[in-house]
Nanobody
Framework: QVPLVESGGGLVQAGGSLRLSCAAS????????MGWFRQAPGKEREFVAA?????RYADSVRGRFTISRDNAKNLVYLQMNSLKPEDTAVYYC???????????????????WGQGTQVTVSS
């Protein structure tokens, strides 16, 4: 079973909204912190948001994006509103055994990664 599978990406106009979903295996979902990262062409992978018992957001998305989880369905969501062209990237779901909030933004703290889903925001 693939540990993490993202869905929900697509093409949207600036100012629009998208909701990404990440399906996780039950073993992972119950024990791991869940995060979203993104990578634009020619750029490094960057932190977007994460959720454990609390949430954390990158400054660039705070107030526009919301991360949430559905424990009954083993799903993590990333609701993205007021999208901007600079949000264009491949978005990845990740899971890691992270217990310190300050470490949630570090990609190397995550053990499992999804295959990514493309989000394109046109101007």
């Amino acid at each position: 079973q693939v540990p993490l599978v993202e869905s929900g990406g697509g093409l949207v106009q600036a100012g629009g909204s998208l909701r990404l979903s990440c399906a996780a295996s039950e073993r992972i979902f119950g024990s791991y912190a869940m995060g979203w990262f993104r990578q634009a062409p020619g750029k490094e992978r960057e932190f977007v948001a994460a959720i454990t018992w609390s949430t954390r957001y990158a400054d660039s998305v705070r107030g526009r994006f919301t991360i949430s989880r559905d424990n009954a369905k083993n799903l993590v969501y990333l609701q993205m509103n007021s999208l901007k062209p600079e949000d264009t990237a491949v978005y990845y779901c990740a899971a890691g055994t992270i217990t310190t909030m300050s470490r949630l933004g570090a990609p190397d703290r995550y053990d499992y990664w999804g295959q990514g889903t493309q989000v394109t925001v046109s101007s």
